[in-house]
Every structure is written in structure tokens, then in C-alpha cells.
């Protein structure tokens, strides 16, 4: 099983983000912290005190609580569950917050991966995005990182941002190369709904690259990170031999997962009739604390997954890494041959040169990659 961990403050919303992540609330964070250790006591008595593979404390900026709360909320939860010995323990941070007491207090507790959003190498770019820092504070943060004894550097970085050029995205990934990161994840731009930078360009205040010059700027990541030895396993993520994050690997194998927190899903296998069921909690920090305080867990949005969804769910997830969905392990999964429940779409796909078919698995080709919504959406449509 897998654990996930959402700590959803933040010194500042960024202009493009729409994720469970709030600023100004430092105030609850003691609050939050005891909510969440009575969340975990109560989800590890429900299912056992599960041992866990990986661990991700996401956000949010999970280094802006400070490091005594850090600690408590650690201490907390590696008594109520068994870490595997090679536990793969991983948490985001954001440059320009991480400290050295923290990170300190991370290793202390296991920590052995980190994940940093870097985004942009261009102050302006990051001006756009409404980020915190520079690059100064993510080579910074980096080398603080290593020194605290985290071997295991990942950096978050995104491209088709308004007004960023393909030059400037080269410029990003090469900034990024020179602090040798073992893990690299590319994330197109998708302007959310109700976010400032959304409303920028519905106003025509910005600008997007066309999809041709983003579809080359994809290219360019292709290209430049594999000539470095990384290897694409997924469509945004690219990690150098043996770096894989295995915390995400298992999301997109539908490993089952323990989420704790604001907006923190779970995916659990103990619900007779459905092939699992996806709990979610209350996505504000106050709701969640008092669903919390007041033990109501029927706050939780809780849906069942019919073997049908199951099946889809396993190929939307499937297709996104470069293994692809394996023919035998959607046969043990769900006891029915790919090739009986997806056949026809996957065979026409594949004539269309969108999927390809090798040694037991489906994947995107690269054009594939392109057209993955409508790909999907064919999947659906049966
Ligand atoms: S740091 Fe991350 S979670 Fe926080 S506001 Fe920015 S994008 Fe959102």
C-alpha cells in the first residue's frame, strides 16, 4: 500500500494553481497537524496498520510547516504504520521555504526523496506564475537538500507558458541539467478555470504559444533529457536509471492508497461489489479539521468503482507511462483478456498509428501522446 500526505499550505497562491493549497493560514496548522494524526490513527485501525511501500508528502508546500510540527507529525505517523525497509519516503518543497532545521528533521524520520518545484528558469516567467523564488533559491535549496543527506532530487518544470519562448524552455531544462536532478518532471501548462492567470488570458493580457511551438517545446524535453541519460517513463516524468518515483508508478498501476488530508483521496480494495472504492475528504482546511474533530467520516466523498470503471481506470492510467498496459496484468486484474473488453478500439488505434503493440503491451506512439484525451474518450465511447 501506499501513503500520501497533503499539506496544503502555502506562502502564496500562485497565479495558475487551482490545487487544494491555501495562503495565510498558518494559523491552523497545529490544528491541522492533530487533525491529521487522528485521521491516520483512526484509517490505520479501519485497515490494519497496512505496511507501506512509498510515502508522499505532497501540497501544498509541505516545507513551509516548521520543522517541530514536521516532527511531531512524523513521529505521529511512523508509529501507527510499518514503513517497508526500502520505503521509498518522498516530499515536495518549494525553494525559497526549505530550511535546514526542516530538512534536518525530514531525514531524521526517513525522508529519502525529494521533490522541488523549480518551473521556470526566467524571472519573468516566474513573475507570471506568480512563484516565490528564483533561480538562485532553487540552486540554493538543491545543495542544502544533498547536504542534508538527499541524494534523490526531483525538479518540477513546466512549459507553453504565456509568453515563454522555445528558447527560454531550452534554457530551463539546460538550468535544471546543471544541478543534476535525478528525476525530472515536464508539465504542459493547462490554464485552469478561476484562476487569475486563466482570467489574464481569457482577457487577452497574455498570450500561450501555439500548440505547434508547445508540441516542439515537448520535443525539445524528449530529445535533451534522453541525450543525458534520463529515461521517459511516463509522459511528464523522466528519471535517470533506477530513479523512477515509485510512489507514482504505483498510482498509475492502481496499487491501493491511503490518502490523509484536505482533498486527500484514498483507493481502497475492502468494499464487497466494486473493485474498489475512492474516498475523498473535504478540500478547505476547516472543513476538513472539523469532519476530523466531530469523527464525521461520512463527510468523506466516498464512490464506489463498478469492474467496468475499473477496467477504463486501468487504461486511462496505463497508457500515460511508456510501459503501457500489459495484456497478462489486465487479465489477473480484472479476470477479463484486454483483447476481449478493448479489442476493436485498440486494434483500429493502432492501424491509425496512435497506439503500438509490443511484447504483451499497448502503448502511445508518440503521435499518440498528442491526441491521449480522444484516444480515451474512444476507450469510454463503446
Ligand atoms: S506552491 Fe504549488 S500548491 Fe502552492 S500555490 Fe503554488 S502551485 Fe499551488
Known amino acids: 500500500m501506499e501513503l500520501y500526505i497533503h499539506l496544503p499550505f502555502c506562502a502564496q497562491k500562485c497565479r495558475y494553481c487551482d490545487f487544494a493549497s491555501y495562503a495565510g493560514c498558518e494559523h491552523q496548522m497545529a490544528s491541522y497537524v492533530d487533525a491529521l494524526l487522528c485521521e491516520a490513527a483512526v484509517q490505520a485501525e479501519r485497515l490494519h496498520?497496512?505496511?507501506?511501500?512509498?510515502?508522499?508528502?505532497?501540497?501544498?508546500?509541505?516545507?513551509?510547516?516548521?520543522?517541530?510540527?514536521?516532527?511531531?507529525?512524523?513521529?505521529?505517523i511512523r508509529q501507527l504504520f510499518l514503513f517497508a525497509d526500502d520505503v521509498e519516503f518522498s516530499t515536495e518543497a518549494n525553494p525559497g521555504t526549505l530550511t535546514e532545521d526542516w530538512l534536518k528533521t525530514a531525514v531524521c524520520h526517513g525522508v529519502n526523496r525529494l521533490s522541488m518545484g523549480m518551473q521556470a528558469y526566467q524571472p519573468e516567467l516566474l513573475r507570471?506564475?506568480?512563484?516565490?523564488?528564483?533561480?538562485?533559491?532553487?540552486?540554493?535549496?538543491?545543495?542544502?537538500?544533498?547536504?542534508?543527506?538527499?541524494?534523490?532530487?526531483?525538479?518540477?518544470?513546466?512549459?507553453?507558458?504565456?509568453?515563454?519562448?522555445?528558447?527560454?524552455?531550452?534554457?530551463?531544462?539546460?538550468?535544471?541539467?546543471?544541478?543534476?536532478?535525478?528525476?525530472?518532471?515536464?508539465?504542459?501548462?493547462i490554464p485552469e478555470d478561476g484562476t487569475p492567470l486563466k482570467a489574464d488570458l481569457d482577457a487577452g493580457r497574455l498570450t500561450l504559444p501555439d500548440e505547434e511551438t508547445e508540441r516542439t517545446m515537448y520535443d525539445d524535453a524528449l530529445v535533451l533529457l534522453a541525450g543525458h541519460g534520463f529515461e521517459q517513463y511516463e509522459i511528464s516524468n523522466f528519471a535517470l536509471p533506477g530513479?523512477?518515483?515509485?510512489?507514482?508508478?504505483?498510482?498509475?498501476?492502481?496499487?491501493?492508497?491511503?490518502?490523509?488530508?484536505?482533498?486527500?483521496?484514498?483507493?481502497?480494495?475492502?468494499?464487497p461489489g466494486c473493485a474498489y472504492t475512492r474516498e475523498t475528504n473535504p478540500a478547505a482546511i476547516d472543513a476538513y479539521i472539523s469532519m476530523v474533530q466531530q469523527q464525521q467520516w461520512s463527510q468523506r466523498e466516498c464512490i464506489s468503482i463498478t469492474p467496468r470503471e475499473a477496467m477504463f481506470e486501468t487504461m486511462m492510467l496505463g497508457l500515460r507511462t511508456n510501459a503501457g498496459v500489459s495484456e497478462a496484468a489486465f487479465l489477473q486484474r480484472h479476470g477479463t483478456s484486454l483483447e476481449q473488453r478493448y479489442g476493436q478500439q485498440l486494434h483500429s488505434l493502432q492501424t491509425r498509428g496512435l497506439l503500438t503493440h509490443r511484447d504483451g503491451s499497448w502503448t502511445l506512439t508518440r503521435r499518440g501522446m498528442d491526441v491521449q484525451n480522444a484516444i480515451l474518450v474512444e476507450l469510454m465511447d463503446d
Do not use: K
Request: glycine share 10%; charged share 10%.
Open 128 to 189: 507570471t506564475l506568480g512563484r516565490i523564488h528564483d533561480f538562485t533559491q532553487v540552486e540554493r535549496s538543491v545543495a542544502m537538500a544533498r547536504a542534508a543527506g538527499i541524494s534523490n532530487i526531483s525538479l518540477d518544470l513546466m512549459f507553453g507558458l504565456p509568453g515563454q519562448t522555445r528558447a527560454q524552455w531550452l534554457e530551463t531544462l539546460h538550468a535544471a541539467l546543471t544541478l543534476h536532478p535525478q528525476h525530472l518532471s515536464c508539465y504542459g501548462l
Open 243 to 271: 530513479c523512477a518515483c515509485r510512489h507514482n508508478l504505483g498510482y498509475w498501476q492502481q496499487i491501493p492508497y491511503l490518502g490523509l488530508g484536505a482533498s486527500a483521496s484514498s483507493m481502497l480494495t475492502d468494499s
Open 49 to 76: 496498520h497496512p505496511p507501506m511501500d512509498t510515502v508522499f508528502i505532497g501540497g501544498g508546500t509541505p516545507s513551509l510547516l516548521p520543522a517541530p510540527l514536521l516532527d511531531r507529525l512524523l513521529t505521529g
